[in-house]
């Protein structure tokens, strides 16, 4: 049975250890071969073998550890989503007040004389219904024997609640061993407030992280004009089906993809491929689903619908990048699996340290600043610094045309130093076209002449040159002439009778072959700047004394894409050495790489050796870029550090390749780098700032500062400085949606 990979939301989750615990747990299920959970989009993605996992084996290996996984929802959903989220988020809401007023009436009570009878009976919801969710996350984790945050914040606030709980009921035992029945519910119930409302920014900036997805989405258009037995009906875009005739008028968004069958416009593909500038469609031209019809009406087929689009792909594509794991998060992950043991430790120890060696009321000191230890522990922040920022810089990279397949290759991209750039359909178009048309004889035959033979004799071959022949002698409007015995002579050219007369056009060994004498400067010059040059010219007539004639010269070439040379000029700034791979002889390939400025060329290399020289770049210790999009292309962008695949290309390639790139834009891939180099400054900043927060605000916790200057780290502070950890790392991600690329 083939493998299979799904992604589904869980419920849930808050830290990073909760994203360790789940994956340990769907890791364990036989059948599954690799299982990755996303925090920041609260999503996991496992691959497995359906004949061994069933949808209720995951949800099992998900409920079993305290979360719930959602396996039935399906991706249409999405306004049902949505509409649940705004209901949790006002439910938290909600919670997040009573806790916080019932809270803030037991802090002020308490310095007004409020009864701890009134203030246990204020506390009570507050630990039992607004902190529930906290215990029903720990105790299935206890049960597995495995620890995350709501375990930390359970546990704290239960001992602060349990001894202020203590001291109400029985005042006296407390009092009999010199100590003031003073309860701590303010402890408890702020802590919960403040963490929840921590949880409440945190989820509304999660939300803000999310929003290329809801963007590509909301780009659909809703209805399509069908054409059914001579009318036109409104349907809604769910109902298109393949082979079905759709109108599209000025002004309307494209419901699918198609194939225009009558009419033309212009179109606006910014939306999808991030250019600029409207392309001009007529009969025949594909077109994209949700781009933007500016002028004329057309009528086109539907070719791909529902899931099969370019836009359906482009937000399944964006959706598993984002739900990938980056390797640096791996080892966030990793930390925070063990961080959380090693803090319940550390509270032990705290206590047991206070306890004995503190001052009067050492059980107080002991038990406040056990609490503040568990409560500024939680790795929030540490589970939310990568996937946050992999998030906003996948959808930025959306936005501009620049599809980021895994979390691993926008990772590795920042490191690239040496890129290859295949010539054909990558650095060039990939189709050849008239370059050059030279009249040898202008007096007796001008261009369009040159032109009109030309075309004519290539009309009837089927010659990989003769399309753009024939295009630009349409183009030009020639008249095509009655063509006789046509001939196409493999390796030489063609021929055939016009007007009477034997006209041949073809290549050096053509012309000598008719004995017909050529201008060899002319036709070097041509090749040296890369081009296919095919000879025109009429043989001498056996009867007639008369030399035969040279009549033009007509250039062919695979021309550069405009953005190319900007392209490489940028790499080039970014210290990044350019390279171009080809199977052309080495003097067409130099005189191509001269135009866009590369130095060094691979020329006359196999489709099948690609691969081999990316490896040997490879041994050499540079982190290897390859830019293709040919079926040929697959195994070097397989084997590259990141392969970059052109969205114009195969399938085959834009499989292979980590990054897509839709617009035809080569600066593209710089900004893949760029973004790339951005996204992972905002990574490293927010690990820097989610562990140094940790590592100075643990023994400040501890009490470390208490011998030296009397000073002590509240449990409600601690709480706050917590919950505003993890909303600077959101914050901070968020930032990158402003950084230009």
């Not at 007023?101 to 009570?124: C, D, N, T, Y």
């Not at 919801?125 to 906290?134: H, K, S």
């Not at 992950?333 to 063990?338: A, K, P, Q």
Request: with cysteine; net charge positive; hydrophobic share 45%.
């Amino acid at each position: 049975m083939t493998e299979i990979k799904k992604t589904f939301p869980i419920k849930g989750m808050h830290c990073a250890s909760c994203v360790r615990v789940i994956e340990k747990s769907l890791s364990k299920l036989p059948g599954v071969s690799n299982a990755a959970v996303n925090l920041a989009l609260e999503k996991g993605s496992v691959s497995y073998d359906p004949s061994q996992v069933t949808d209720q084996d995951l949800a099992s290996a998900v409920a079993s550890v305290g979360y719930k996984a959602e396996l039935e929802q399906k991706a249409e959903d999405e306004d049902k989503q949505k509409a649940e989220k705004q209901k949790e988020l006002h439910a938290l809401r909600n919670k997040v007040i009573i806790s916080l007023i019932l809270g803030g009436i037991i802090v002020i009570g308490g310095f007004l004389g409020l009864s701890s009878w009134i203030q246990l009976i204020l506390a009570i919801p507050v630990q039992f219904w607004v902190g529930l969710e906290f215990y029903r996350a720990t105790l299935p984790a206890l049960r597995n024997r495995t620890a995350n945050m709501d375990t930390l914040v359970a546990l704290g606030t239960t001992v602060a609640f349990s001894y202020s709980a203590f001291v109400t009921v029985f005042p006296q035992v407390v009092e009999k061993i010199g100590v003031e029945p003073m309860p701590y519910f303010d402890v408890s119930t702020i802590i919960i407030g403040l963490i929840l409302l921590g949880r409440f920014f945190e989820a509304r900036a999660k939300a803000g992280t999310s929003e290329a997805i809801r963007r590509l989405i909301g780009l659909q258009a809703k209805t399509a004009r069908v054409l059914k037995d001579g009318k036109e009906i409104d349907i809604p875009i769910s109902e298109v089906a393949v082979g079905m005739r759709i109108r599209v008028r000025p002004g309307e968004k494209i419901p699918v993809d198609g194939v225009i069958e009558k009419g033309e416009s212009s179109i606006d593909e910014s939306m999808v491929t991030g250019e600029s500038i409207p392309v001009d469609k007529t009969k025949g031209d594909n077109i994209i689903g949700a781009t933007f019809n500016r002028s004329g009406t057309f009528v086109f087929k539907a070719a791909k619908v529902g899931k099969d689009t370019m836009l359906s792909q482009i937000i399944k594509l964006v959706e598993e990048a984002q739900a990938s794991k980056a390797p640096i998060q791996r080892l966030a992950d990793l930390i925070s699996s063990y961080f959380v043991p090693v803090v319940i430790m550390l509270a032990i120890l705290t206590f047991v340290v206070w306890y004995v060696f503190g001052p009067t009321p050492a059980f107080l000191f002991a038990m406040l600043n056990m609490v503040a230890v568990l409560i500024i522990a939680c790795p929030c922040a540490m589970g939310l610094a990568t996937p946050t920022a992999i998030m906003v810089g996948t959808g930025l990279g959306a936005e501009h045309g620049i599809l980021i397949k895994d979390a691993a290759s926008l990772e590795t991209a920042h490191k690239i130093n040496t890129i290859i750039f295949d010539k054909t359909g990558t650095l060039t178009h990939g189709k050849p076209v008239v370059t050059d048309v030279i009249p040898l004889q202008p007096t007796t035959y001008n261009l369009k002449t040159v032109l009109a033979l030309a075309g004519s004799l290539e009309k009837g071959s089927e010659h990989s040159l003769a399309e753009a022949i024939v295009k630009k002698a349409e183009e030009e409007k020639v008249k095509f002439l009655q063509v006789g015995k046509f001939k196409a002579i493999a390796g030489y050219g063609v021929e055939g009778l016009i007007d009477g007369k034997k006209v041949v056009l073809g290549n050096r060994k053509l012309m000598q072959r008719e004995k017909i004498k050529i201008n060899e400067e002319v036709i070097s010059k041509l090749e040296e700047e890369g081009k296919t040059v095919m000879m025109l010219g009429v043989p001498r007539h056996p009867e007639r004394s008369e030399g035969s004639d040279f009549i033009g010269l007509i250039a062919v070439a695979d021309t550069i894409k405009d953005s190319a040379k900007e392209a490489v000029k940028s790499l080039q700034r970014m210290g990044i050495e350019v390279l171009m791979i080809t199977g052309d002889n080495q003097k067409t390939a130099s005189a191509i790489a001269r135009q866009v400025g590369i130095k060094k060329v691979l020329a006359e290399i196999l489709p099948d050796e690609k691969e081999r020289e990316v490896r040997k770049l490879q041994d050499e210790g540079k982190k290897v870029a390859f830019a293709g999009d040919g079926i040929n292309d697959a195994p070097a962008l397989a084997q590259a550090d990141v392969g970059i695949a052109m969205g114009t290309g195969t399938d085959v390639a834009i499989e292979a390749g980590g990054i897509t790139l839709i617009s035809k834009d080569l600066r593209s891939v710089a900004q893949a780098i760029n973004l790339s180099k951005k996204t992972m400054r905002t990574i490293k900043l927010n690990l820097f700032w989610a562990f140094g927060y940790n590592v100075i605000l643990i023994p400040v916790a501890m009490g470390i500062l208490y011998p030296f200057f009397q000073i002590l780290l509240n449990p409600i502070f601690a709480s706050a400085a917590m919950a505003l950890s993890s909303i600077s790392v959101v914050g901070n991600s968020l930032l990158l949606k402003r950084m230009k690329i």
